[in-house]
């Protein structure tokens, strides 16, 4: 049988003070999060906030006609599902895990309740919910100003920052498709990565050999979104 994962992997839980760690722990539900999972879709009602440990999930807005852009990618640095406690119940995005893993969950009453204590938790999830909208503008801003190169690196280096280790399982059509490109130009992109010797590609296997070198490839819009997660979010559990 697999263990599971500790719930304080995830940074938002990991940095809850103590009273409000030990009133959480019986409520959180761990979850398994395998690779296409919805968590919801675009106009659902929100029954429960997710907290991802070891899985990536992407916000994609969807299209009348189907197709769809990722705004936004979650990982252990935060929570799934900031509309239960920023004035609504449902959102316009779909929420699908594009890295399997695991997480957990609290249910909606709940995380509520939580955020109406005007606590540390609304503190806490308020200044998450900056870097997060910091993400998504900083998203739209590349995907129209900066070259698919850049837009590649950008989304390698956030997805990493999201994982332990070096190697994403991902193919080039589900990249493009949340890149919102053809499959073409992910394909041209990669190689040229490679052929630099930035990363390696293998059967849906990205492995990334030279860090360094992909934050000098890409744009500004990853040490902004970077630094603002840095800037907000607390580095340790608080006491």
Known sequence: MAIASDPRTNRLLATLPEPEWTRWLPQLERVDMPLGTVLFESGSRLNHAYFPTTSIVSLLYVMENG???????VGYEGIIGISLFMGGESTPRRAVVHSAGEGYRLRSNLMMQEFNRAGPVMHL????TQALITQMSQTAVCNRHHSLDQQLCRWLLLSLD???GNELVMTQELIANLLGVRREGVTEAAGRLQKDGLIRYRRGHITVLDRAGLECRTCECYAVVKGEYDRLL???PSS
């Open 67 to 73: 197709d769809s852009t990722e705004v936004a990618v």
């Open 162 to 164: 999201r994982l332990k």
């Open 125 to 128: 999830l308020l200044r998450y």
């Open 234 to 236: 607390p580095a340790t």
